[in-house]
């Protein structure tokens, strides 16, 4: 589930909780309730943040091979655009440093 679907649910479940409290025992609740929530949404954002430098294992060589084809088509991608986008835009960029100086 992503996160933004998952907060946005979460928020609208909590909106209709009104901050009318009456007394120092419900407000007490309420802050021991919300750092619960606190709580256990860090340890959600703990696991998603851990598992994305999960580090995976090539048990082959083809796809390690594979893996290094993707890497360098992917490089030779960037490179390409970032050269196409310099020589397009290049005259933009030469009058804006002109303006500066």
């Given at each position: 589930m992503p996160i933004i679907h998952h907060s946005t649910r979460y928020v609208?479940?909590?909106?209709?909780?009104?901050?009318?409290?009456?007394?120092?025992?419900?407000?007490?609740?309420?802050?021991?309730?919300?750092?619960?929530?606190?709580?256990?949404?860090?340890?959600?954002?703990?696991?998603?943040?851990?598992?994305?430098?999960?580090?995976?294992?090539?048990?082959?060589?083809?796809?390690?091979v594979s893996g290094l084809l993707a890497n360098s088509a992917m490089m030779i991608d960037a490179f390409l655009l970032v050269r196409k986008l310099r020589r397009d835009y290049s005259g933009v960029i030469n009058s804006l440093r002109k303006k500066k100086s």
């Open positions: 609208h479940q909590h909106m209709d909780k009104t901050n009318d409290y009456r007394t120092l025992e419900e407000i007490r609740q309420r802050k021991s309730e919300l750092r619960r929530q606190i709580d256990r949404d860090n340890e959600h954002i703990g696991r998603l943040w851990s598992s994305l430098f999960v580090k995976r294992n090539e048990s082959t060589t083809g796809q390690f």
